[in-house]
């Protein structure tokens, strides 16, 4: 029996609507996609491919009426149930407190006025200003040890704490009200070598043990191996690749992906992001 749909997007059509300055920008035509229940799939392409429209889309952060959020203008996404073209605003809520954000360079947006447990905690109290602080400080503990870092870290503010260490805070700011779906928008970018595996690795050990589905958003070709169960390949707002990674190894079916296929085998340089 297939797992459960978490995210099903039928003929999905993302744009950025025309301002004075600009036309309308179209991030995303077309596009078949599902993430499965307890998988982890990796969204790949090069810079304008439309990888970062598509998670904050699915992160319910889309069509919020300002310039720098994609409307969906055709075709549909459900996410967790929810139909998100024509969402309400009582609709998003309820399913942004199941879905887990991490938005591009997540680390450097926490608040610089709170410290790490503060930063880490705060989704609690939007959520319930009067929630029970003890309960709140359990939570926001558990995660922060679950992305490996150590209990002396939250009275410490982040300008204190190293990029790799911002980053594994906005990995716990985003799990601490227990998600459904986690969706990372390049976790990794600017982080040094020797510590992006360790924030890839807490994502996969949080999949395993929490049954957690995950989105992550990637341009870094060697990455791709470690943490996905599935590749999506998007090049121009289109999906021109899908599958494990053997499989597009074995078959690519398109001239990017065959292009991104070598480097897989044989090159672990970065792709440009979106």
Do not use: W
């Not at 952060?61 to 024509?86: F, Y």
């Not at 341009?219 to 690749?241: C, F, K, W």
């Not at 599958?243 to 090159?267: C, F, K, N, Q």
């Amino acid at each position: 029996m297939a797992s459960p749909l978490v995210m099903h997007a039928t003929d999905l059509t993302l744009c950025y609507p025309a301002t004075r300055s600009s036309a309308r920008v179209d991030a995303i035509v077309g596009l078949n996609l599902d993430i499965r229940r307890g998988e982890i799939l990796a969204l790949i392409g090069e810079s304008g491919s439309g990888k970062s429209s598509l998670a904050q889309t699915i992160a319910g952060h889309g069509g919020t009426a300002r310039h720098d959020s994609p409307e969906i203008v055709g075709g549909s996404i459900r996410v967790l149930g929810h139909e998100l073209r024509g969402i309400t605003k009582k609709e998003r809520n309820a399913l942004t407190l199941r879905v887990g954000y991490v938005p591009q360079d997540g680390g450097a947006k926490l608040d610089p006025h709170l410290t790490v447990g503060e930063n880490v905690a705060a989704p609690i109290y939007e959520r319930d200003r009067h929630f029970d602080q003890r309960e709140a400080a359990i939570a926001v503990a558990t995660v922060v040890d679950a992305v490996r870092m150590p209990m002396s870290c939250m009275n410490s503010f982040p300008h204190e704490l190293s990029r790799g260490q911002r980053q594994r805070i906005a990995v716990a700011r985003a799990l601490v009200l227990d998600p459904a779906l986690l969706v990372a928008d390049d976790p990794t970018a600017g982080i040094d070598i020797t510590v992006r595996q360790a924030v890839l690795d807490i994502i996969r050990d949080l999949q395993e043990s929490r049954d957690l589905s995950a989105i992550v958003v990637t341009h870094t070709v060697s990455e791709i191996r470690h943490v996905s169960d599935r590749v999506a390949v998007l090049q121009s707002g289109a999906l021109v690749g899908l599958g494990t990674i053997d499989e597009l190894l074995a078959d690519p079916t398109h001239d990017y992906v065959a292009r991104l296929a070598v480097a897989l085998d044989s090159d672990p340089s970065r792709m440009e992001g979106d």
